[in-house]
């Protein structure tokens, strides 16, 4: 017996490796040779193409695509119908999976709904991804990006939070009053 959950109706390619406790919903395919960490929520309607790596709790909404290519690491979250693309300048009739271009998810950054990840831009450590966004170019570490194409309008904290910087260069999280320094355009969290 799995010691992880998939509805009756999700499809499970051989060879994937999904960690104790997630759940695959309604009418998901995983596909071959793809890992799914510990704790991850695979909503319903959801594509997980081969060698893609989900770190663990990551939460992945309805209606998402996540092609090869793609590294999520733990504490990612996915919007509802969020989107990554693999390859840069696709085309039906010209074969082109020889130039799949990689993209990492880093800790605890979250992807609005309808938001589309331009292949090979990676996004930072706990940044913020606004609802439809199409993202164009690297996303830094606690950046707030929206738009299209996206640009950073602020910086957020671990908690999602916005932070207001002083004249100093530091910002306190309001909910869990952890402090945040900014300094040559990289926003780091103090112990």
């Not at 199409?134 to 990006?145: D, N, Y």
């Amino acid at each position: 017996m799995p010691d992880y959950f998939a509805h009756q109706t999700a499809i499970i390619d051989p060879d994937c490796q999904i960690g104790k406790g997630s759940k695959i919903w309604h009418f998901s395919h995983l596909m071959n040779n793809c890992t799914i960490g510990e704790q991850c929520n695979i909503g319903q309607n959801v594509v997980v193409s081969p060698q893609v790596i989900l770190g663990r709790n990551v939460k992945v909404q309805n209606n998402v695509s996540i092609y090869t290519g793609v590294i999520c690491e733990d504490d990612v979250f996915l919007g509802p119908s969020m989107v990554f693309t693999n390859v840069i300048n696709p085309r039906s009739a010209v074969l082109r999976r020889d130039q799949y271009r990689q993209t990492i998810v880093k800790k605890g950054a979250s992807i609005g709904a309808n938001a589309t990840i331009i292949c090979g831009n990676n996004i930072g450590e706990y940044a913020l991804i606004g609802a439809g966004s199409v993202i164009t170019k690297e996303v830094l570490p606690f950046a707030l990006v929206v738009g299209n194409p996206a640009k950073q309008i602020g910086w957020v904290s671990e908690y999602g939070h916005r932070l207001n910087f002083d004249t100093k260069g530091f910002a306190t999280c309001p909910e869990t009053k952890d402090t945040y320094q900014l300094k040559n355009n990289f926003v780091t969290k103090l112990k």
